[in-house]
């Protein structure tokens, strides 16, 4: 493909290294407890934080493995590359429901090495190393919802 794919177009420019730590969050929530990716996500420089349809509350020791486990991606220094596809192509691979209204047929695959792959729009780094350190600030269950507040320690460079 030559052409430029025409996306629509983002509302928001998330701080990079940020947005990326929060694909590797969602990939790991889902592969370590089975949920789905977050249903909501505000993602700043400072903090974060991520909501998830869940039934119940993580233990401190659940807290503690989960950053762990996403430090660990992070320090795997893995390639975040892009690819293009349509719609009906990858309908069998996400969750298109997803996708705002009126959204092109042209999506954008975001892959973080082989760990992780989303549909998004947004900034990321090139490689994880540039993400910092990953921690969990708190977490707070109420109503089905699960809450996970996070920041990162950057790369001084």
Avoid: W
Wanted: proline residues 4%.
């Amino acid at each position: 493909m030559n052409e430029t794919p025409i996306l629509n177009e983002h509302n928001k420019q998330e701080h990079p290294p940020m947005h990326t730590a929060e694909h590797i969050l969602n990939g790991t929530m889902v592969k370590t407890f089975g949920c789905n990716r977050a249903k909501s996500a505000h993602i700043e420089r400072k903090k974060s934080k991520c909501d998830y349809d869940f039934p119940r509350a993580l233990t401190q020791q659940e807290i503690q493995d989960l950053e762990d486990k996403v430090n660990a991606i992070i320090a795997q220094n893995l390639p975040v590359t892009m690819e293009f596809a349509e719609q009906n192509d990858v309908a069998d691979r996400f969750d298109l429901n997803r996708l705002p209204d009126g959204a092109s047929q042209m999506v954008r695959i975001v892959h973080i090495g082989d760990y992780d792959q989303c549909l998004c729009v947004g900034t990321h780094v090139e490689n994880t190393s540039q993400i910092g350190h990953f921690r969990i600030s708190s977490t707070r269950y109420q109503d089905d919802t699960l809450r996970i507040v996070f920041r990162l320690d950057e790369n001084k460079e």
